[in-house]
Each structure stands twice: as structure tokens, then as C-alpha cells.
């Protein structure tokens, strides 16, 4: 039924109209093109036995500028195997960074998993008191590709099963993940945890631009739900808790209609 309402708005509207939408979001999407034939510049700084998980600290450089931590965490055995990119939280200073899932990914590997898991930019230290807001528009275009720049890392670890691949992201890392999801359509699955539909929602809590309106104007092009909408071939999870101050039941409501899918969670 759900198909058949979408081919009949497609009919109800002027061809015009769909091929300026689409057009339009092909314009949003050459944002966030890259060179993928740059090497990653992966560089080891360690390793360490975790269980039935050999967890790798290294460094790799996304875009030929700053060098960013990871980990990869692999299973034992031949695979093939499942793969999960993790992108932390904006939250306690000690779990903003790639430490905040790297239990459940040690714990996936037993279950035949790889994974990734980044650090982002908020997890500078005071990162989003910091921010110059005339700067967030650039700095999360670099942050998106960035992100795909991790998939490739992800997708590169020896016999990975490219039909089973996933992003968890909470928070911050959620919401980024949303808008690479609407422009690299590798990861299978999606869960978003304690997201909101728009980055507006929390860019004014901080710092304050020069002017609203241009900020507003500037920023236009990186809606998170016209990100959701065009990936809808993926699985998504949506989880939220009941006594979050900051992510409303309406919000979740906008997010759970963009990403195409009726499975939301709320926890206490």
C-alpha cells in the first residue's frame, strides 16, 4: 500500500517538479564526493586480545589533513563476516570518543563481527563550546566524508560479507551517520540512537553565529531528514529514551516518517 501511494504522488505531481527535487539533491550529494583511490594512510600503534577479538589501535588520515583514531576490532577465524561502523556521542568526556562502543564491539566479535569505531570531531575536548558556527557548515560536510572515508576502511578488513554491513550511531554520531546514509548506500542497516531530525535543533545551545538567518541559509543543504529520505533501501532502528529532555516524541515522530520505518524503541 505504501508503494502504491508513493506511485501515485509520483503521478499527482508535474514531471518538472520530481526532476528538480531529484536534481536538487544530486547538488547536495556532489558535497560530499571524495577521491576514494587516496591511500587511508592506516598506521598501527598497536594491538591487544580481547576475548575472541583482536582489537587494532590505529590512526588513518580521511582527507590528507589530520590524522584520526580508530579501532578495528576482528574476529577470530576465516569469516566471512558481518561489519559495523560505530560513531560515538557528543556527551560524558570520557565516552565521547571511540572508547564508547568498544565493549559491544568486543563482544560482537565472538558472534563472527568486524568493526570500526572513529573518533569524530566533537570528540575534542570542549569541542561544541569551542565551535565557530561560521564554520560548522564545511567542518560537517568534512565530517560526513570522513565517515565514508571509515566505511572504506571498514569494507577494506579481510573478508567482509558486503550484504551484511551496519552503522550505530548515537547522538552526534547518529545524525552525521544520517546524512552519509542518504549518500553512501554500502551499510545494509542503520541504528540511530537519541537523534534529532534536524542539526539546528542543537547548533544554537552553544555558541552563537554572527547572524541566525545566514546560518540558517548557509546550513540548508545539510537537512538530516532529506538525508533519511533517499535510504530507504536500508534496515533502520530508531532508539530514544522516554526521559530524554532534548529529543521530543514529535521529533522522534519526523525522524521514524523520513527514514520510512515504524521501528522506534523508547527506553527509560
Not at 500500500?1 to 503521478?11: F, R
Not at 543543504?221 to 526521559?243: M, N
Request: charge should be negative; charged fraction near 20%.
Amino acid at each position: 500500500a505504501g508503494s502504491l501511494a508513493c506511485v501515485a504522488l509520483a503521478w499527482s505531481l508535474p514531471a518538472q517538479a520530481l526532476s528538480a527535487e531529484t536534481e536538487e539533491f544530486e547538488t547536495q550529494r556532489a558535497l560530499f564526493d571524495y577521491d576514494a583511490a587516496i591511500p587511508l594512510g592506516v598506521v598501527g600503534r598497536g594491538v591487544e586480545k580481547r576475548s575472541a577479538a583482536r582489537v587494532q589501535d590505529i590512526t588513518f588520515n580521511p582527507l590528507g589533513g589530520k590524522d584520526v583514531a580508530a579501532y578495528i576490532v576482528t574476529p577470530e577465524g576465516e569469516g566471512p563476516f558481518a561489519a559495523v561502523l560505530w560513531v560515538h556521542w557528543l556527551g560524558e568526556p570520557e565516552t565521547s570518543n571511540r572508547t564508547q562502543f568498544l565493549d559491544e564491539a568486543v563482544k560482537l566479535a565472538s558472534h563472527g563481527v568486524v568493526s570500526v569505531l572513529v573518533d569524530a570531531m566533537w570528540s575534542t575536548p570542549e569541542w561544541f563550546g569551542n565551535r565557530v558556527p561560521e564554520r560548522d557548515y564545511g567542518n560537517s560536510i568534512r565530517q560526513v566524508i570522513a565517515l565514508r572515508r571509515a566505511m572504506d576502511l571498514l569494507l577494506s578488513q579481510p573478508n567482509v560479507d558486503t550484504s551484511r554491513v551496519g552503522v550505530v550511531g548515537h547522538d552526534y554520531g547518529g545524525m552525521y551517520s544520517m546524512m552519509m546514509a542518504g549518500v553512501d548506500q554500502r551499510a545494509k542497516a542503520y541504528v540511530y540512537v537519541a537523534v534529532v531530525p534536524s542539526l539546528n535543533h542543537w547548533a544554537f545551545l552553544g555558541p552563537q553565529p554572527k547572524s541566525k538567518a545566514a546560518y540558517l541559509r548557509q546550513n540548508a543543504q545539510l537537512e538530516l531528514t532529506d538525508y533519511l529520505r533517499q535510504a530507504k533501501a536500508a534496515s533502520v532502528l530508531l532508539q530514544f529514551g522516554t526521559k530524554d529532555i532534548y529529543v521530543s516524541r514529535v521529533d522522534t515522530g519526523i525522524i521514524a516518517t523520513a527514514a520510512g520505518t515504524t521501528n522506534r524503541k523508547f527506553y527509560d
